[in-house]
């Protein structure tokens, strides 16, 4: 009896194997992903006058990665409290990242603390950074306790109780608010608080989107699913009316209604929050498009082929929010 050769069909063709495709094509998008923060700031500072700020590449990665980091986890514990809510749910569910997610956030966050370290400055040695001052001050301060949180929240992933997690993502949403609003600027307070409600609907919105996609492709057809999938959607357009008012709200108290529109064309904050929003715009297309296709379509699961359009759409809204963050705040005129 003659054994077939792994990996060669009967005709001597080479079988493909199932699922390397897919990986193929993730694969691309993520390094697509990463060159937006990589790349961004030169592009988004051309004839503005405005100086990058060293590093600004890599901080935009980092905080891309730290982003995308806590997106998954909360994505993950948001679908799986939808689910309790869903008669008939199957029992099976889709393996973890959330402790991958949370290693990938932990490193970011080091990277990011490391910066800190050296006075906002491109670390060129171990010997540069100063980790003791990072006590000394509130910005060394918010990314000690980034880096605790995903290290806390690593290790309740892999714990028998994975849903403690909440606590340790919730403590890293805090920090990102105050980071992003320093003593300095006027009302910081109401800012801070802006940021926590956009960022938390945020990701609740795209990693709940990403996990609710693998629960789909781990329970195939069923009835379960499509209800399951009707569920987040009805949830998902609270989500995007709480990040537009959020969103809309964070940028006019950084750019006043009277320059709003030239700011938009002329700094470099301003032209990428103007390509985030037009992002965001063909996301909620894309969700309205997807929500259609359930209400009305046979077979309500080809509902997935929007929405896996969707979160790819969305992760690279995670990359320039990401790179926003590297950018200088535009001037108050």
Same mark, same amino acid.
């Given at each position: 009896m003659i054994r077939p050769t792994p990996g060669v069909s009967d005709a001597g063709e080479p079988v493909r194997r199932p699922g390397t495709g897919r990986a193929v094509a993730v694969l691309v998008l993520v390094v697509l992903a990463a060159l937006i923060p990589l790349l961004g700031p030169s592009a988004a500072l051309h004839d503005t006058g405005e100086a990058v700020a060293p590093g600004a590449g890599g901080v935009g990665l980092l905080r891309t990665v730290l982003l995308a980091a806590l997106c998954v986890p909360v994505g993950e514990l948001f679908v799986r409290r939808l689910v309790r809510s869903v008669p008939g749910a199957p029992e099976s569910a889709p393996r973890s990242w959330a402790p991958c997610a949370a290693a990938a956030g932990f490193v970011?966050?080091? &990277?990011?603390?490391?910066?800190? !370290?050296? &006075?906002?400055?491109?670390? &060129?040695?171990? !010997?540069?950074i100063d980790v003791g001052g990072l006590y000394a001050s509130r910005d060394g301060k918010l990314a000690l306790v980034e880096v605790n949180a995903f290290l806390a929240a690593g290790l309740c992933a892999l714990s028998a109780r994975p849903a403690t997690q909440v606590w340790p993502m919730a403590a890293v949403v805090v920090a990102e608010a105050l980071r992003a609003h320093p003593t300095t600027e006027q009302g910081q307070l109401v800012g801070s608080g802006l940021t926590l409600v956009h960022l938390t609907c945020a990701a609740l919105w795209t990693g709940g989107l990403l996990y609710a996609l693998r629960t789909l492709r781990c329970w195939g057809p069923s009835e379960a699913g499509a209800a399951m999938l009707g569920l987040y959607a009805r949830v998902a357009a609270l989500l995007l009316a709480a990040i537009t008012a959020t969103g809309v709200w964070s940028s006019l108290r950084r750019m006043p209604s009277d320059t709003v529109l030239e700011q938009l064309t002329t700094t470099a904050y301003g032209r990428v929050l103007l390509a985030k929003v037009l992002l965001v715009a063909a996301v909620a297309a894309l969700a309205l498009?997807?929500?259609?296709?359930? &209400?009305r379509a046979t077979d309500p699961l080809t509902a997935c082929s929007p929405a896996r359009a969707e979160v790819v759409a969305l992760g690279v809204v995670v990359a320039v929010s990401g790179l926003l963050t590297a950018l200088p705040v535009p001037i108050r005129w």
């Amino acid at each position: 009896m003659i054994r077939p050769t792994p990996g060669v069909s009967d005709a001597g063709e080479p079988v493909r194997r199932p699922g390397t495709g897919r990986a193929v094509a993730v694969l691309v998008l993520v390094v697509l992903a990463a060159l937006i923060p990589l790349l961004g700031p030169s592009a988004a500072l051309h004839d503005t006058g405005e100086a990058v700020a060293p590093g600004a590449g890599g901080v935009g990665l980092l905080r891309t990665v730290l982003l995308a980091a806590l997106c998954v986890p909360v994505g993950e514990l948001f679908v799986r409290r939808l689910v309790r809510s869903v008669p008939g749910a199957p029992e099976s569910a889709p393996r973890s990242w959330a402790p991958c997610a949370a290693a990938a956030g932990f490193v970011a966050a080091l &990277g990011l603390a490391s910066f800190v !370290a050296t &006075g906002n400055l491109v670390p &060129g040695s171990v !010997a540069e950074i100063d980790v003791g001052g990072l006590y000394a001050s509130r910005d060394g301060k918010l990314a000690l306790v980034e880096v605790n949180a995903f290290l806390a929240a690593g290790l309740c992933a892999l714990s028998a109780r994975p849903a403690t997690q909440v606590w340790p993502m919730a403590a890293v949403v805090v920090a990102e608010a105050l980071r992003a609003h320093p003593t300095t600027e006027q009302g910081q307070l109401v800012g801070s608080g802006l940021t926590l409600v956009h960022l938390t609907c945020a990701a609740l919105w795209t990693g709940g989107l990403l996990y609710a996609l693998r629960t789909l492709r781990c329970w195939g057809p069923s009835e379960a699913g499509a209800a399951m999938l009707g569920l987040y959607a009805r949830v998902a357009a609270l989500l995007l009316a709480a990040i537009t008012a959020t969103g809309v709200w964070s940028s006019l108290r950084r750019m006043p209604s009277d320059t709003v529109l030239e700011q938009l064309t002329t700094t470099a904050y301003g032209r990428v929050l103007l390509a985030k929003v037009l992002l965001v715009a063909a996301v909620a297309a894309l969700a309205l498009w997807a929500r259609i296709r359930l &209400g009305r379509a046979t077979d309500p699961l080809t509902a997935c082929s929007p929405a896996r359009a969707e979160v790819v759409a969305l992760g690279v809204v995670v990359a320039v929010s990401g790179l926003l963050t590297a950018l200088p705040v535009p001037i108050r005129w």
